[in-house]
């Protein structure tokens, strides 16, 4: 049956399969940070964590959005650990808690009946894909699965949202949480031979700047949920880095903000703010020292200089050297090249004929797609590598982080042959795990 029947029974409620009902169709992309899903016939995608904390006092075990809820609420000491670990599927008894606690949610799911379709990264061994055949036909007991790349969902949700994009080369770039990859199509077939990986994403950025931070300011060692927050609110990607730093050296630094960290009682969440005053640090601890002498004086005496009793770090250059590893990662050592140089590498595997579409046509999605100035940035800079007569067009999406998860759920309701895509529990048991990757839409 085609989507629009299977829209149609569903409305009227006849059938009970995911060959026609589409909230029978579960849609999950399955981020190593945050696992998006729904059914097929809701609008907007739930929100998973996708780790476990343990409390390293009393040994507390918290698992996904529980544990999201803890460390929003300031509960230090966590240790947290993400089953998916670069690309890989490191824990998958871990993993299936997680995904246990997202099916819970579709009561009436009933695996049996129901198909999950799912997004992997682009290149992962022929043993992790077949681990989650495994997962998704032996533990959930699913009637049916549908895997498919991040980046090629990604293309899907781009050709439908993007008018001016070309119809016949695309070249997507993800960059999530655990790495940023490339990977051109042709005639919407992903060629997987010119995938180029940057092992920079999210988690090395908000780790990076709670170094910084920590070294210069207050230790934020153990507080990474809250650097990661400051990262998303602050940091940005610099035009022309240097200029930048050159305004960082002004004795009046407008670059200079302050995060206000949350006291957890009256603030419950860190934000930003223009610095309470321009004194220079050491007068400012001078300050706070003789206000802190006479307590009860404090609050009036912070007020008299302009201090606020809040507690807030300071963040400068850090807002955008931070990023600026995606263009340069070799300035903290790794010996890749950044962002600009490692699209040129995808679209230099190509054949020749399609180096002046792909350039035309690049689509930046993932989480760090949010940074602001990086589609900018990244326009300037592919100006001095790519060759004379090529334009170069970057194209950002809306709610890049969700781009994948958008192009699947339009998959799985659209795709007139959708059911050509997936494998069946009847083909999984006959043919078993490795011998059914074959038909999946990677
Ligand atoms: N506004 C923002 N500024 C900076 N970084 C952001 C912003 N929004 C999200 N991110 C970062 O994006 C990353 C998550 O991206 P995304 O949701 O694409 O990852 P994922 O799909 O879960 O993981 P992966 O792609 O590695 O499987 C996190 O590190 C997060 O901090």
């Known amino acids: 049956m085609c989507a629009s029947g299977a ?38 995608p739930q929100l998973m964590y996708n780790a476990v904390g343990k409390d390293k006092k009393n040994r ?67 043993i992790v894909q077949t681990r989650f055949t ?70 090395l950025l908000t780790n990076l700047l709670n170094e910084q931070i920590s070294y210069k300011e207050v230790n934020l060692q153990g507080e990474t949920h809250l650097v990661n927050d400051m990262k998303e609110q602050l940091s940005y990607v610099a035009k022309d880095f240097q200029e930048e730093m050159d305004i960082c050296q002004q004795k009046v630094n407008p670059i200079v903000k302050e995060f206000v960290l949350p006291d957890y009682k009256g603030v419950k969440k860190g934000y930003p703010r223009d610095p309470v005053t321009f004194l220079s640090l050491e007068e400012q601890l001078l300050a706070q020292k003789a206000a802190q002498q006479e307590q009860d004086e404090y609050a009036g005496a912070g007020r008299k200089i302009g201090l606020s009793t809040d507690q807030a770090v300071r963040i400068g250059s850090e807002r955008f050297s931070v990023p600026e590893v995606l263009f340069h990662p070799s300035d903290i050592g790794i010996n890749e090249a950044g962002l600009p140089e490692m699209i040129n590498q995808v679209i230099s595997k190509c054949p020749k004929p399609m ?38 067009r970057i194209f950002e999406l809306q709610n890049p982080s969700q781009a994948a998860w958008r192009g699947l759920k339009q998959f799985c309701s659209n795709k007139a042959n959708f059911e050509d895509f997936v494998v069946t529990r009847k083909e999984y048991l006959e043919e078993g795990g490795s011998r059914v990757l074959k038909k999946l839409y990677l």
């Not at 002046?356 to 797609?369: F, H, Q, S, T, W």
Request: proline fraction near 4%; charged fraction near 25%; charge should be negative.
């Open 7 to 44: 829209a149609k029974q569903q409305e009227g409620g006849l059938s009970n399969t995911w060959r026609d009902n589409l909230s029978k169709r579960l849609v999950l992309d399955h981020g190593a940070y945050m696992i998006k899903y729904s059914s097929a016939s809701e609008a907007k």
């Open 134 to 203: 495994e997962v998704a036909f032996e533990d959930f007991e699913f009637d049916a699965l549908f895997m498919s790349s991040t980046h090629s969902m990604i293309r899907e949700a781009a050709v439908q949202e993007i008018p001016d994009l070309g119809e016949q080369c695309q070249l997507v770039v993800d960059s999530g949480f655990s790495f940023t990859y490339g990977l051109p199509f042709f005639d919407s077939k992903p060629m997987r031979y010119a995938a180029t990986r940057l092992d920079v994403g999210g988690k």
């Open 60 to 126: 507390n075990v918290y698992v996904g959005n529980k544990l999201w809820d803890e460390l929003e609420g300031g509960h230090a000491n966590i240790q947290v650990t993400y089953p998916m670990v670069r690309g890989l599927l490191h824990d998958s008894d871990v993993e299936t808690v997680i995904w246990k606690q997202i099916f819970s949610r579709f009561k009436k799911l009933e695996e049996r009946a129901s198909c999950l379709a799912l997004t992997l990264p682009p290149i992962l061994p022929e």
């Open 355 to 392: 180096e002046r579409p792909l350039y035309a046509n690049i689509v930046i999605a993932g989480g760090n797609a949010h940074i602001k100035g990086i589609r900018e940035r990244l326009e300037l800079d592919m100006q001095s590598i790519k060759p004379y007569d090529s334009e170069v």
